[in-house]
């Protein structure tokens, strides 16, 4: 694959670069900021918190001495503190030997252990903070859906034959109770596909049955990011009405032609509620085999075209309180956090494709297409995105937040950290595995499918 191919014209290469650089510099500031800050509060001195490297652009100096500058490469950033050599946080001899012991103790080479170990921690600390941040404020502004099956909108279908109403509760489904959202998802889930399906509901007071839709139509709930679906226009809410000519009703119908179709281009009949009527067009899209965590772990790889399931009614919201709302964002940032480290661990396994390690350019074309679906996609991609970096930033590998970490780990059980003359050499070794990985995950984005 020649690079100019992932280019497909200067707009589109330039907004990719801006949503890269504008997520990357928001997760970086973040990271750096918790290194500078708890480094503050535990008295060691930042002498430059810098987001970018190379040529200064733009800097002013606090009245605590520490010069805040951007420069001219926006791909990361760093603190550099008191009695730092560089931005890695290598130690200045020199300087450090003609200061006072008091002077000393404001550097990162000279403060307490407690002090330089929580100020290394907070980096990528400040990472999954960051994520449950968004999570948090995002339950909060758009609610979660209530324990019990009441519709609060529903979504236009091309037949028009949506029955039920805003304010309805499901009491049952064909028969099936169905006293919480769950147990009528589960319901939806084993009914056998019918064109329409008896839906027993509480309306204004009183239980009636009537007649509605699968619950599970094919409607589109989700678009994956850099899938066949996103490029080719398909939206959320979109009703497949047909593929290759053969009608469709149910969203398994879709599911099931995807699998058996493989990597063969696949013919769309598409119906979007644009307007009071709606619009029919068709498109062709070509599978991609794509990998994705399955519900109770573990990681499947099969042809998709992108197409997440859409129920055919809205759940009603309510707001959950600060405390529910922080429990829920901790328990999806955990929940980041172990899919993340499974996937890794299936890599390093070969369980799942090496491929599946991305690189800045992959990076990039995942910032583009988040930022093209919308500004809340964008947003849930700088959480999953400052999670990566967290994690990333703890593996015990020297240059990284873990490797100094694992250095400070050594100092607490030998009453000494390593020699000068050790972090010299594991400190090369780790910037040339670094760099290794760099490497391939750079390769993985020019030459993987």
Not at 311 to 339: C, D, H, N
């Amino acid at each position: 694959m020649e690079f100019m191919n992932l280019i497909p014209s200067f707009g589109n290469f330039a907004w990719t670069i801006a949503a890269f650089v504008i997520a990357l510099s928001i997760i970086v500031a973040v990271h750096e900021y918790g290194h500078y800050i708890v480094g503050r509060w535990s008295g060691i001195h930042a002498d430059v918190f810098s987001l970018g490297f190379g040529p200064v652009l733009f800097s002013r100096v606090d009245k605590r001495g520490t010069r805040w500058q951007f420069a001219a490469f926006p791909l990361g950033g760093y603190v550099k503190f008191k009695g730092d050599s560089d931005a890695a946080s290598g130690k200045d001899g020199e300087t450090i030997s003609t200061l006072s012991a008091e002077e000393r103790r404001h550097t990162m080479h000279g403060a307490p252990l407690w002090a330089r170990a929580a100020t290394v921690l907070a980096g990528p600390m400040f990472n999954f903070i960051l994520t449950m941040v968004i999570y948090f404020a995002v339950t909060l502004h758009f609610g979660i859906a209530t324990d019990r099956p009441v519709i609060g909108a529903v979504k236009p279908l091309p037949d028009n034959s949506q029955t039920l109403l805003a304010g309805d509760e499901v009491l049952a489904v064909n028969g099936v109770q169905t006293p919480d959202l769950q147990s009528f998802i589960t319901a939806a889930r084993a009914l056998e596909i019918a064109p329409t399906v008896d839906y027993t509901i509480a309306r204004a007071g009183r239980d009636v049955t009537i007649a509605g839709p699968f619950p599970f139509p094919a409607l589109v709930g989700s678009i994956a990011l850099e899938s066949a679906a996103q490029d080719a226009g398909l939206a959320e809410g979109d009703v497949i009405l047909a593929i290759n000519g053969q009608p469709v009703s149910a969203f398994m119908d879709l599911v099931n032609f995807v699998k058996d179709s493989k990597d063969a281009p696949v013919s769309l009949q598409v119906w979007r509620a644009d307007d009071a009527e709606g619009t029919r067009f068709e498109t062709t899209l070509t599978p991609r085999l794509t990998t994705n965590p399955m519900p109770g772990g573990g990681f499947e790889e099969r042809y998709l075209i992108g197409l997440g399931e859409g129920l055919m009614f809205t759940p009603e919201l309510y707001t959950p309180g600060p405390v529910e709302a922080l429990s829920i964002s901790a328990q999806r940032t955990w929940t980041l956090v172990k899919t993340s480290l499974s996937g890794l661990g299936h890599i390093v396994t070969g369980a799942i494709s090496s491929c599946n390690l991305r690189g800045p350019i992959g990076i990039a074309k995942t910032s583009s297409a988040a930022a093209s679906q919308g500004g809340l996609t964008f947003i849930m991609m700088i959480a999953a995105l400052s999670t990566a970096v967290g994690l990333m930033n703890l593996f015990p590998i020297p240059v990284l937040d873990g490797g100094h970490l694992v250095f400070h780990a050594y100092e607490a059980i030998t009453g000494k950290p390593p020699s000068d003359g050790a972090l010299r050499v594991m400190m090369m070794v780790g910037l040339a595995l670094l760099l290794s990985l760099m490497a391939f995950a750079l390769s993985n984005d020019l030459f993987c499918p």
